[in-house]
């Protein structure tokens, strides 16, 4: 089975990149188990075992094919550390469209999986993750594995397709104007300090389980979603990185990632392995020592006003249509959260202690990633290291790191 890549998959295909999902499992993983429920896993979804097909002579276009899951496999490859993984250079060409490989050392494993951006978003990760551990489960338990093709490919029609149905002529073309006259707006962005292309660094802000307890708690009473507070928290560092010393405002700008499978009608399960992401710009001007709480709320209104008015499906929808003229400019920030990681069930001796999901993409834009697992809330900032430097990213961080003290100190005076 193939399908060719929509508009909005090309985009991702074009910029390359991959999302890297490392898993840390207190105890000991054993590779044969895991080696059989990756076989089975690709009986689930063939794709995996799949490769990019390129369009011929100068056609802008590229096909997913699927693998034959009989005489196809995913080997366990091996990594030292995560900074050594964040530098693989996989072939998605020749395919497979899934890297596994694993670390070992102490009492702890880690398992990371890795797929092409084009193909695979949060949601679609989270429910491999599941799939996978459940079935290493079932086979270190001695039960019976029932496998069956789930999803011969990616979910067909496109995204882009399916959400261009939704619209007149007319709508679509008056959404492309508006986006238009959006690029009078010019946002700041961090400095591009980098000087190592085709490499990636990480930075991260964990909460222990009691501060993010708090810091939800301090959210959900100011009326706000977490992710909306965490955009607040991160736009504020923004202005004090960006402008310390200046006392007029500032022009931000940040995108909440939407996740469209359930706005999608019929909805996309779960499983299917495809990008089903689009996103809400909220583009503010920013003053000096601005309130957090203040900037989640104006991020929430934007939010709630773009679902609305199907501003994600209009994003998608006029991908093929956009120019020079129309393209989005560059946003400071990129927020994503995929909310809580269930813990799957694993056999006695194991457990998950940790799960990070890391978009690796050679652009000059933050992609924070936001996740709460075993209680504790992360930000996962990855970077190019050909448009950022470490010290760039750390010092960002750091701002980031302070918002969150302050707000939690208020927190607590308070109370």
């Known amino acids: 089975m193939e399908r060719r890549l929509g508009a909005h998959e090309m985009a991702l295909y074009r910029s390359g990149g991959r999302v890297l999902v490392p898993c840390e499992i207190e105890g000991d993983v054993d590779r044969a188990l895991l080696a059989e429920a990756l076989r089975i896993l690709t009986e689930f979804h063939p794709v995996l075992l799949g490769r990019f097909v390129p369009g011929g002579d100068g056609e802008e276009s590229c096909v997913v094919q699927d693998g034959d899951p009989r005489t196809q496999r995913v080997d366990i490859e091996e990594f030292t550390d995560l900074q050594h993984e964040l530098q693989v250079v996989q072939d998605w060409l020749a395919g497979p469209l899934l890297r596994v490989a694993v670390s070992e050392g102490g009492p702890r494993t880690t398992v990371a999986l890795s797929m092409p951006r084009a193909v695979v978003d949060g949601s679609a990760y989270i429910a491999l993750y599941k799939r996978l551990w459940s079935i290493y489960t079932d086979l270190s338990l001695g039960r019976s594995v029932p496998a069956h093709l789930i999803a011969g490919g990616l979910a067909s029609p496109s995204l882009d397709t399916r959400t261009q149905e939704g619209f007149t002529e007319e709508e679509l073309t008056g959404f492309l104007a508006s986006r238009a006259a959006e690029r009078e707006a010019v946002p700041s962005v961090l400095p591009a300090r980098g000087r190592?292309?085709?490499?990636?660094?990480?930075?991260r802000l964990e909460l222990d389980e009691r501060r993010t307890r708090r810091f939800v708690d301090h959210a959900h009473a100011a009326g706000l979603s977490v992710h909306s507070l965490i955009c607040g928290v991160l736009l504020t560092a923004a202005r004090a990185f960006?402008?310390?010393?200046?006392?007029?405002?500032v022009t931000l700008a940040c995108v909440s990632a939407v996740d469209m499978r359930a706005r999608i009608s019929p909805p996309i399960e779960p499983e299917s392995v495809q990008s089903s992401a689009s996103s809400s710009t909220a583009t503010l001007a920013v003053a000096e020592s601005p309130d957090p709480v203040a900037l989640g709320r104006a991020v929430a209104e934007k939010l709630r006003a773009d679902l609305d008015a199907r501003v994600p499906d209009?994003?998608?929808?006029?991908?093929?249509?956009?120019?020079?003229?129309?393209?989005?400019?560059?946003?400071?920030?990129?927020?994503?959260?995929?909310?809580?990681?269930?813990?799957?069930?694993?056999?006695?001796?194991?457990?998950?202690?940790?799960?990070?999901?890391?978009?690796?993409?050679?652009?000059?834009?933050?992609?924070?990633?936001?996740?709460?697992?075993?209680?504790?809330?992360?930000?996962?900032?990855?970077y190019s290291r050909r448009w950022y430097d470490d010290e760039t990213m750390r010092r960002f961080m750091s701002a980031a790191s302070e918002v969150f003290d302050e707000i939690l100190a208020r927190e607590t005076a308070q109370g």
Do not use: C, M, Q, Y
């Not at 960006?242 to 405002?249: C, K, Q």
């Open 314 to 382: 209009l994003e998608l929808a006029t991908i093929p249509r956009l120019t020079d003229a129309t393209v989005p400019r560059l946003p400071t920030l990129i927020v994503t959260n995929l909310h809580k990681i269930p813990s799957p069930t694993l056999p006695e001796g194991l457990a998950v202690s940790g799960w990070r999901i890391l978009p690796l993409v050679d652009t000059p834009v933050p992609l924070a990633t936001v996740t709460r697992f075993g209680g504790r809330l992360a930000i996962d900032l990855p």
């Open 242 to 249: 960006l402008a310390p010393s200046s006392s007029g405002p």
């Open 196 to 203: 190592e292309p085709g490499t990636f660094g990480v930075v």
